[in-house]
């Protein structure tokens, strides 16, 4: 199963939107609502922000949201602030029962 | 508060077994699935593979079946290896399901353990 693609770097000034594109398969993305997206700050272990492609969970900012349309998830991040920097991960559960991942975005706040 | 506590990092010679740990606390272990996943240093993130801690039932990636082996005991869920190479060098995940449902995704992650395998 190959990883997800993601765009490498993304980058945006304070207060500004930004979203980071995820694009896969119709065994993956397109066959399935169950994509997520996590946060990695620099020597700690990602976070869930985003679940069944537009879900936040509890504690999650309304700045971030999530949507889909075929084959490509998108992730955005409105209102950005110097916190939201980080990397961030896409996944998709697949026709093989088991999760692929993106390759990762690397956010820049500006 | 709900989290998993991962055993500490190891250095290991290429050929030797390893089994790392990761402890659950805090919610009902047997009702969810557990997964382990990969990070090599500066790259992405892979899944090796989960297990429904309920009944052991497994679930292996292609890349990694037959080169790992998930177990649980309890609260404590395991990866393994019999002969580990240079190449699983990486920090190791495991992570707790959102759900019982093999499609939920990974809720709840432990603080990674760093395996090095160098002669």
């Known amino acids: 199963q190959s990883a997800l693609t993601q765009p490498a770097s993304v980058s945006g000034s304070p207060g500004q939107s930004i979203t980071i594109s995820c694009t896969g398969t119709s065994s993956d ?16 272990a990602p976070q869930l922000m985003i679940y069944d492609v537009i879900h936040r969970p509890s504690g999650i900012s309304n700045r971030f949201s999530g949507s889909k349309s075929g084959n490509t998830a998108s992730l955005t991040i409105s209102g950005l602030q110097a916190e939201d920097e980080a990397d961030y991960f896409c996944s998709s559960y697949t026709s093989t029962r088991i999760v692929v991942f993106g390759g990762g975005t690397k956010l820049t706040v500006l | 508060e709900v989290q998993l506590v991962q055993s500490e990092a190891e250095v290991k010679k290429p050929g030797e077994s390893l089994k790392i740990s990761c402890l659950g606390s805090g919610f009902s272990f047997s009702s969810y699935w557990i997964g382990w996943v990969r990070q090599m240093s500066g ?19 292609p890349s990694f079946q037959g080169q790992v082996t998930i177990s649980v005991d309890r609260s404590t869920a395991y990866l393994q290896w019999n002969s580990l190479k240079a190449s699983d060098t990486a920090i190791y995940y495991c992570v707790k399901s959102r759900g019982n449902a093999e499609t939920d995704t990974f809720e709840i992650w432990g603080q990674g353990t760093m395996v090095t395998v160098s002669s």
């Open chain 1, 29 to 44: 993305i397109g066959g399935y609502n169950y994509v997520s997206w996590f946060q990695q700050h620099p020597g700690k």
């Open chain 2, 43 to 61: 790259k992405g993130l892979e899944c090796l593979g989960m297990i429904y801690v309920s009944d052991s039932s497994t679930i292996y990636s």
